[in-house]
């Protein structure tokens, strides 16, 4: 059995493969897409590629049809990661090792590549890549625009600019941090019940991928401040230089490190339902959690 | 009968009530909503919402059926109005007469609003708000997608930022123009075949509407060199001192003019066989051209 880290760079893998197919077909060559796919193929890991995979397993379908969705997913998310980079939001001149795309391709050009990434994803969703029903279509387009929108991803960005070098409580925190980085991880596990077309466990899943969100940014939180920045590929306790709100800096590293402990027991708890078919659900929410970089 | 003048603003009322509805309905009232809701009421004329009112009128349509399309389309014109005035694109401090987004709230909140708007406007057309079957509801989504993208609109700035300073061809102009302009402006008269589910119109009436927007960047030309700034809301003379690849900047004024005629003889002539039913789109297109502000 291949380890959950070779698993992921062979979702990716596929995913990078069909969002270049699709590309190409559209015959989308000009020099903005330069700067498009610089964000897209920069060779992040694209663990939410996996993670959409996962929560396919449990209704084992067919894995043609996760592919087109997590590339829509990771068009999304490189969007915000390259908004997120800005010199007017978060200024980082470096993402997993290598210039941000307004350092290599000029700020203005950076937020339109964005915003071009993050309408290919509404492109790719309305298209026949997608190969299930309209209406299970339009559920997947609408779930997509709620969770990256004002009270979603551009919403927790928001919060996040705005929580900067001010002490916030837990609650505020985690609010924003399921805006900033939830909402997407909810889509990919909600997309799975949205294609199954099993209406009544959309809500269940969506809050499992809230919880490995916040999984998600508890291990980037622990790895900023104690981790490798080689293996992690940016500089690290940017957090702490830059006043981040962070839930270690509300409740402290060890009360933070039992609140991931609860919500690991809370994402097995709400997908023992579904025995074996959530087992690489479950060991993907491990991994995210013991992740080194 | 009234004037187009007091049509435009009839059909943006209606257009602001439903966004309004439509926002309030969604329990919308954080911090970065009033910057989106500060570059969506802020004033404009919203010709769009009756150039999509037009459209619809061919097909005898109700009208409660194009209000929330234009709904999605005033939220991408929005987004890409506040976009264009950042700083590191076209550097525009006032918007209407008034400051525009990112003075008012600072540069980050202006791209996250913009972002939102963009978002809103999906997640409008994959709502309930659209009464049409799923089919036309995807074609939908999917045209606007695509006009929004970098092949349309965000392709458009970014050829017209790129072309700044740089002498340009009429062909190279007209390409820039029509993503930036004639995209949205193709998609309001497009969506009414859409929803009128006559395919083989869609091709026609997105090729009016990119020659209306055509017309409408000539006649915004010919407002910069000659109109009255406090009519226009905002300084004028500003493409030549910005040095702004423009059509009248490649063919000169007269030439220009000339093309503006041939396009609106074509617009007709295009919509000739609809009869007495395109007449609104006619008298839209004549208005497009000779506006004043």
Redesign the interface.
């Known amino acids: 059995m291949n380890s959950v880290t070779e698993k992921i760079k062979l979702s990716a893998d596929k995913v990078d493969d069909f969002l270049k197919k699709y590309f190409s077909k559209?015959n989308?060559n000009?020099?903005?897409?330069e700067a498009?796919s610089y964000g897209l193929f920069s060779g992040g890991k694209k663990i939410r590629t996996y993670l959409t995979k996962c929560a396919f397993d449990i209704y084992k379908i067919d894995e043609y049809k996760y592919i087109p969705i997590a590339g829509a997913i990771e068009c999304v998310h490189s969007y915000s990661l390259i908004?997120d980079d800005?010199p007017?939001?978060d200024n980082d001149d470096f993402r997993r090792g290598k210039e941000s795309t307004h350092k290599k391709f000029?700020?203005?050009?950076a937020?339109?590549?964005?915003?071009?990434l993050?309408?290919?994803a509404?492109?790719i969703?309305?298209?026949d890549e997608i190969n299930v029903d309209?209406?299970r279509?339009?559920n997947l387009?609408?779930a997509?625009?709620?969770c990256?929108?004002?009270?979603g991803i551009?919403?927790g960005?928001?919060l996040d600019?705005?929580f900067e070098k001010k002490q916030k409580n837990k609650k505020e925190i985690i609010d924003m941090q399921q805006k900033k980085t939830g909402e997407l991880m909810g889509f990919c596990c909600e997309s799975a019940a949205i294609v199954a077309g099993v209406e009544d466990d959309r809500e269940k899943l969506k809050e499992v991928g809230l919880n490995l969100g916040l999984l998600f940014q508890i291990s980037d939180d622990l790895l900023d401040r104690h981790g490798d920045s080689d293996k992690i590929g940016k500089p690290t306790k940017q957090d702490e230089i830059k006043g981040k709100a962070t839930i270690m800096s509300a409740i402290g590293e060890h009360q933070t490190k039992k609140l991931a402990q609860d919500i690991q027991s809370l994402i097995k708890e709400s997908l023992i339902s579904y025995g074996d078919s959530a087992w690489t659900l479950v060991e993907c929410a491990n991994y995210i959690f013991k992740r080194d970089h």
């Not at 000029?106 to 050009?109: A, N």
């Not at 990256?148 to 009270?151: L, N």
């Open positions: 559209k989308t000009n020099d903005l897409f498009m908004h800005l007017s939001m000029g700020e203005s050009t937020i339109l590549a964005g915003n071009s993050l309408t290919t509404f492109e969703l309305s298209s309209k209406e279509k339009l387009i609408s997509l625009s709620m990256a929108g004002h009270k551009a919403g960005q928001f600019l705005k």
